[in-house]
């Protein structure tokens, strides 16, 4: 995704972790955390996370356990 003053990668990954586990780059990462889909669009409303139109967060909800960008169950003709 890119954006004036930069860019951000995304990433979703489907696994168990611990975050307290985790490695984070100080200068990259400010906050980490696990969140439903209504807390992240809450978060978005409140400015607490990067503000993404919840529409793209929607997407990758629908996106989640599925192959490639098609929704094989649309018929197309």
């Known amino acids: 995704m890119n954006f004036n003053n930069g860019f951000d990668d995304i990433y979703l990954i489907e696994q168990d972790v611990d975050i307290n586990e985790l490695s984070l780059q ?12 209504e807390e992240i669009f809450s978060m978005i409303d409140s400015g607490e996370f990067i503000p993404y139109y919840q529409s793209l967060i929607q997407l990758f909800f ?16």
């Open 62 to 77: 629908d996106a989640r356990k599925k192959y490639g960008a098609i929704n094989e169950n649309e018929h197309i003709l």
């Open 26 to 37: 100080y200068e990259e990462v400010q906050k980490v955390k696990w969140a439903s889909k």
